[in-house]
């Protein structure tokens, strides 16, 4: 995986009934050939046709580009082991992996995303498996929709206190919501299934079973052997289909409407977060990816955040149809997907700050209670038996309070124990100005060298050289 962000394009195969009825615009500058094609193993041309004005329909040709391109003969197989069995190792090494499925209803862009999702369950259950015990992950399931305004866990449909949230470390979270350890295949396929199941589905124009949310399945891999170790992450998100609502006006209620509004609406907002990451490589400026506009969006804040504590890598499918009618559709998803080529082929890891908690190690939060602790304190490992700071940060206060009184054999009293804490929570919100400042000094220094590099290029041109060169003057 050389790049962090990776686009593949999927077009898949019409129906017999499809290409019966839709002959006419399978013809291009006379002669039968495909409205959609894939021209090059990162190439897509869509012929787009209009009516012309000798009567008849003529073609207008767009070129899209993809890190990869998968026509209507491509095998789901096959796509999965080019793009998202590589991941597998990746987040077992600790990486945030996000496999992404984007498209008009009935593009296949759930059929691809489901297929995906069970070989990489199985092989991420055998790869685990494999591995020598110390090594090994924990395997945990949580799973939410996300439906207009609201956020609904998929594993307990009884829960109405789901929410997306960014925590203290700057990560998405998915608050309240159920979280299932899951220690075989079988039992996290069939989780999945059931999870996939669960959401809102309705008749549109394009599917009589339309999923009308987006649907967000995140597996957490904590190692076993170090529990301050940032968990590996594969997270599978199927959005919602897009369409037209004055296509399916004569098809829906008052309802149905405002749910295609709604998604129309969240998408824009993914569409400006790919826009706005795509412009960050122009600029001089730290980039503002506005990935807090949406609970969608943020949700999928590793996809789109240039700066990470951990590796990640996201990779967007982008599916389409071949058929006539959908051709404005396929246009408009090859369009916002190629942007993201654009964008930076790299996530900046941030270098860490000695002030910052975050990244202190146990050792040095233990230097740090044995300090404001005082002589009272008489076991700071109790109050800090293995957690480094980004784990002590997560703590609530009323137990690091109990922890303190309890190490200190109750010497501390409640008062000068919440005043360490208090100590304590200012360092951790002064971690997070911390960051943001080192992320837009990285930048800047960033875009510096950029510049720099862009210049000695253009200097080291043997052309350049030769035009520089001043002819003698002449006495």
Not at 388 to 395: I, Q
Request: charged share 25%; proline share 5%.
């Amino acid at each position: 995986m050389q790049d962090d962000f990776a686009i593949v394009f999927r077009v898949r195969s019409a129906s017999v009934s499809v290409v019966e009825s839709d002959s006419e615009a399978q013809t291009v500058a006379g002669s039968p050939m495909a409205l959609v094609q894939t021209d090059s193993t990162t190439t897509a041309l869509v012929h787009e046709p209009k009516p012309a004005l000798q009567g008849g329909i003529e073609h207008t040709t767009h070129t899209f580009t993809a890190n990869h391109t998968y026509g209507t003969d491509s095998t789901t197989e096959n796509i999965f082991t080019n793009h998202v069995e590589p991941l597998v190792p990746f987040v077992l090494r600790g990486g945030y992996a996000t496999v992404m499925a984007y498209g008009q209803t009935g593009s296949g862009k759930t059929y691809t995303l489901s297929h995906c999702s069970q070989l990489a369950v199985q092989t991420l259950y055998r790869h685990n498996a494999s591995l020598p015990a110390a090594s090994r992950c924990k395997i945990s399931l949580s799973a939410v929709e996300i439906y207009g305004k609201k956020v609904n866990d998929l594993l307990d449909l009884t829960n109405t206190r789901a929410g997306i949230a960014e925590n203290m470390q700057g990560a998405s979270v998915f608050m309240r919501a159920k979280t299932l350890d899951i220690a075989t295949e079988d039992e996290m396929l069939r989780a999945i299934e059931q999870a996939w199941s669960c959401r809102r589905t309705s008749a549109t124009e394009k599917n009589e079973q339309s999923s009308r949310s987006h649907a967000l399945v995140r597996l957490t891999l904590q190692s076993l052997r170090d529990k301050n170790a940032l968990p590996g992450v594969l997270q599978l998100v199927d959005l919602a289909g897009s369409e037209r609502a004055s296509d399916d006006s004569k098809n829906h209620s008052s309802e149905r409407m405002a749910e295609t509004v709604a998604i129309n609406t969240s998408l824009m907002t993914l569409k400006e977060c790919i826009r706005s990451r795509a412009l960050a490589g122009q600029s001089d400026k730290p980039p503002h990816i506005p990935f807090r506009s949406s609970k969608l969006t943020l949700a999928l804040k590793e996809a789109f955040d240039l700066y990470s504590r951990q590796p990640s890598h996201t990779l967007f499918f982008a599916t389409a149809s071949p058929c006539r009618p959908d051709i404005p559709a396929t246009i408009n998803t090859f369009r916002y997907a190629s942007q993201l080529l654009a964008g930076p082929k790299r996530l900046v890891i941030r270098n860490p700050d000695p002030r910052d908690i975050f990244h202190w190690s146990n050792e040095r939060v233990l230097e740090w209670l044995t300090k404001y602790g005082g002589p009272q304190l008489a076991r700071p490992r109790d109050v800090a038996p293995y957690e480094d700071g980004a784990s002590l940060s997560r703590v609530p206060e009323g137990e690091f309070i109990q922890r303190l009184e309890g190490a200190s054999n109750n010497k501390l009293s409640t008062k000068a124990a919440r005043e360490i804490y208090l100590k304590w929570w200012k360092l951790v919100i002064a971690s997070r100005t911390l960051a943001q400042t080192a992320q837009t000094k990285e930048w800047k220094d960033r875009r510096r060298k950029q510049e720099e590099d862009e210049l000695d290029e253009i200097a080291q041109d043997a052309t350049v050289q030769q035009l520089a060169k001043l002819l003698p003057v002449s006495s």
